[in-house]
């Protein structure tokens, strides 16, 4: 359906004067998306979705509930709509975004949304004005149209130009989900997608109370993030303002490029000679791509691949809490033990902090990194740490209070690791995680100790040109970021996620559960011991100096993708989530 709207129409962010039926057709064109004076929408010359600006939803939202009704037969034309050649929702990326947003946001009160329609072909339109001309076809009529004869769907229901078409509108419902988030079934609404009659107004006193109240909640969860609901459809929702107002487009509904083209366009910006990348997918445990793209040593011109060794920076998090977790097991400390019990040297403001705090950002501790004098002589360790912290007794927030993210916290947990073990901390993660699953090419890299094998060395773009960045003044620190490892690596570690080998069912729940809220730095996430929780995934990126890594995970789904790379640029988070909606749903 192209439009729904009765006699006389208000749409409040076009102005409040009602419109006759008379001149209902023009005001369509006026107040479904405002355009400068006198000058229509025009066809763009668009023949992709990318030179349309077009994405696909799924690559922000991967799971994202989608229905849509014109790729097949359940619509009130009856048959799959002329364009839609595959089920997806494509839209403005602004328009993703903001969908995004909305879907998140609901997901915190255990609801979701089911998209039945975004970005339509203007050929699917011109197929739906071809059936309103077919007087003789009334095969739907009794689900979608049972109050009114074809002739009254003219201007009234049906337009030639359509919102749709121009990337920034979308069709949906609301889901209500159970406590997990694993079984969602729709919210009454009191009259099916594409139902043409009053009854489907927003506010229609002809649908139930409680019917009316579902309308408002999906109204208002789109609210929030800029869709302007259609009063009298209560599925329909455009982004205001509207990214391409002056245009729309006739590109037909595909489904992304096949998955080895796809990954190998995300790539890209880390082919050739430059420094580059390893790629790795897992699904239900085997690695479905495991390759490297660009350079790990420009100087020498060796090329990026599975065994290349890339300095892991703040997803080393992951290893030491799992070092403190197995110590927790093994009975030589609680995490709930005060941080002073293993380090005394900490002051008095420090006094309340526990291990549970340094492992959830939540300690208050000052950042380390904020306490060293510039320039800073040679590299500072993760001792060294601890001895700038002797001197500051004061701290961000009372321990517990709020959320802070502390590399300072994860270097006093390396330290914790070397008191209760009575071991080095890289000769614990040897001994006790490296060797076990296997791990060969992994290591916390101490200047002097055993070299990284494989390694890739960083790089950053520098007036135009790439130049190696290795390191830095807090380098050495190996608590928060100073682990080497490989795709090939992070495989058998993913690997051991699903099982007790390693880490017990008790352990791993805390690892993976979400203990607080993760704020300021600028997506929605909670935070476990060394993970972000997002939804259903589970992740961590990485960066420093020449350096920029991600791993996600989506345990329900057996997938994983971890993407490291040797350059400053671009960030990979985005670009792993892309490439596991590639997988997603199989």
């Not at 009704?69 to 403005?92: E, M, Q, T």
């Not at 320039?375 to 709020?402: C, H, M, T």
């Amino acid at each position: 359906m192209v439009i729904s709207v009765p006699t006389t129409r208000t749409w409040p962010s076009c102005g409040s004067a009602a419109v006759s039926r008379a001149l209902l057709l023009a005001a369509l064109l006026a107040c479904v998306a405002p355009l400068r004076a006198g000058e229509p929408p025009v066809l763009s010359p668009a023949r992709s979705m990318d030179e349309a600006g077009l994405v696909d939803i799924r690559t922000l939202v991967p799971d994202l509930s989608q229905e849509i009704r014109y790729a097949g037969s359940h619509n009130f034309v009856g048959v799959p709509i002329d364009g839609y050649l595959a089920p997806r929702c494509w839209l403005k990326r602004e328009a993703a975004q903001a969908l995004a947003r909305v879907e998140a946001s609901l997901r915190k009160q255990h609801q979701r949304l089911r998209v039945y329609d975004c970005y339509r072909p203007a050929r699917a339109v011109a197929q739906f004005v071809r059936w309103m001309d077919d007087a003789a076809d009334t095969r739907t009529k009794a689900e979608f149209y049972p109050d009114l004869d074809k002739p009254q769907l003219r201007g009234v229901y049906i337009a030639p130009v359509s919102g749709h078409s121009r990337g920034g509108t979308v069709d949906l419902t609301l889901l209500q989900c159970d406590a997990r988030g694993a079984a969602c079934t729709p919210l009454d609404m009191g009259t099916a997608f594409d139902f043409f009659g009053t009854r489907a107004n927003t506010d229609s006193a002809e649908v139930s109370a409680v019917q009316r109240a579902n309308r408002h909640r999906l109204r208002d969860a789109m609210a929030a993030e800029g869709f302007a609901n259609l009063p009298e459809e209560w599925w329909h929702f455009r982004l205001d303002p509207e990214p391409s107002p002056d245009r729309y487009y006739d590109v037909p509904v595909t489904a992304p490029p096949t998955r080895d083209a796809a990954i190998d366009a995300l790539m890209q910006r880390y082919e050739g000679e430059a420094p580059g990348a390893s790629l790795l997918v897992l699904k239900d445990g085997a690695a479905v791509v495991a390759r490297g793209y660009g350079r790990a040593e420009l100087a020498r011109d060796i090329e990026a691949g599975p065994a290349t060794a890339y300095r892991l920076a703040s997803v080393s998090k992951q290893f030491t809490a799992a070092a403190i977790l197995l110590l927790a097991q093994d009975g030589r400390l609680s995490i709930d033990d005060r941080a002073r019990k293993w380090l005394p040297p900490l002051p008095d403001a420090a006094a309340a902090i526990t291990l549970r705090q340094l492992l959830t950002h939540t300690s208050g501790l000052v950042d380390y990194e904020d306490l060293m004098q510039e320039p800073y002589d040679g590299q500072i360790r993760d001792a060294g740490v601890l001895a700038l912290l002797e001197k500051e007794n004061r701290l961000y927030f009372a321990p517990g209070s709020a959320y802070r993210y502390s590399n300072s916290g994860y270097a006093l947990l390396a330290l914790v690791v070397e008191r209760a073990s009575g071991m080095a901390y890289p000769d614990f993660l040897r001994s006790r995680i490296f060797q076990p699953l296997g791990m060969d090419g992994s290591l916390a890299y101490v200047a002097g100790g055993p070299e990284v094998s494989h390694r890739a060395f960083g790089h950053s773009e520098i007036d135009g040109r790439w130049q190696r960045t290795d390191q830095s003044s807090t380098s050495a620190v190996l608590g928060d970021g100073g682990i080497y490892s490989s795709i090939d690596d992070l495989a058998r570690w993913d690997a051991a996620l699903y099982d007790d080998r390693l880490l017990s069912d008790a352990s791993r729940a805390l690892a993976f559960a979400p203990h607080v809220k993760v704020v300021g730095e600028g997506f929605d996430a909670h935070y476990g011991f060394g993970w972000r929780i997002t939804g259903d995934t589970l992740w961590h990126s990485g960066e420093t100096i020449g350096f920029r890594n991600v791993i996600v995970r989506w345990p329900a789904q057996r997938l994983t993708v971890v993407l490291l790379s040797n350059r400053n640029d671009p960030e990979p988070y985005r670009t792993a989530l892309e490439i596991g909606a590639l997988f997603l749903g199989d």
